[in-house]
C-alpha cells in the first residue's frame, strides 16, 4: 500500500518561502507520478505540480509557474514542493497525492485529481498579508 507524508507546512509572511517535503513508501514500481494539490476554504482542490519519475516530466499550474519548483530525491524517497514569492492567494491545505502508472494511462491527467489514487493527509500553508 502507497502511503504518502506532506510535512513542512505554515505561516509565512507574503514574499516569502516554503519547502514542502512529500516522504512516499510502499510503491511496487518505479514508474509514478506524485502531484501537489491545495484546497483553500470554500474552494475545489487545485493542481499545483507533478512530477513523473520515469522521464523526470514537471508540470505547473499557471498560478504557480516560475514560484513553485518540484523536485525528487530518489534516495529519500521524497518529493519537494519549493514555493518562493508565497502570495496570500497561496493559502491551502497542500496535498502529495500518487498515480502508479500500469501501461494503459491514457487517462493520466497531472493536475487532475481525480487521476491520482493515494493521498496524504495534508500540511497548512498560510501566508499573511
Known amino acids: 500500500e502507497v502511503q504518502l507524508v506532506e510535512s513542512g507546512g505554515g505561516l509565512v509572511q507574503a514574499g516569502g518561502s516554503l519547502r514542502l517535503s512529500c516522504a512516499a513508501s510502499g510503491f511496487t514500481s518505479d514508474d509514478y507520478a506524485i502531484g501537489w494539490f491545495r484546497q483553500a476554504p470554500g474552494k475545489e482542490r487545485e493542481g499545483v505540480s507533478c512530477?513523473?519519475?520515469?522521464?523526470?516530466?514537471?508540470y505547473y499550474s499557471d498560478s504557480v509557474k516560475g514560484r513553485f519548483t518540484i523536485s525528487s530525491d530518489n534516495a529519500k524517497n521524497t518529493v519537494y514542493l519549493q514555493m518562493n514569492s508565497l502570495k496570500p492567494e497561496d493559502t491551502a491545505v497542500y496535498y502529495c497525492?500518487?498515480?502508479?502508472?500500469?501501461?494503459?494511462?491514457?487517462?493520466?491527467?497531472?493536475?487532475?485529481?481525480?487521476?491520482?489514487?493515494?493521498w496524504g493527509q495534508g500540511t497548512q500553508v498560510t501566508v499573511s498579508s
Open positions: 512530477f513523473t519519475s520515469a522521464d523526470r516530466s514537471t
Open positions: 497525492a500518487a498515480y502508479v502508472f500500469s501501461g494503459d494511462d491514457y487517462d493520466f491527467r497531472p493536475l487532475v485529481s481525480y487521476t491520482y489514487n493515494y
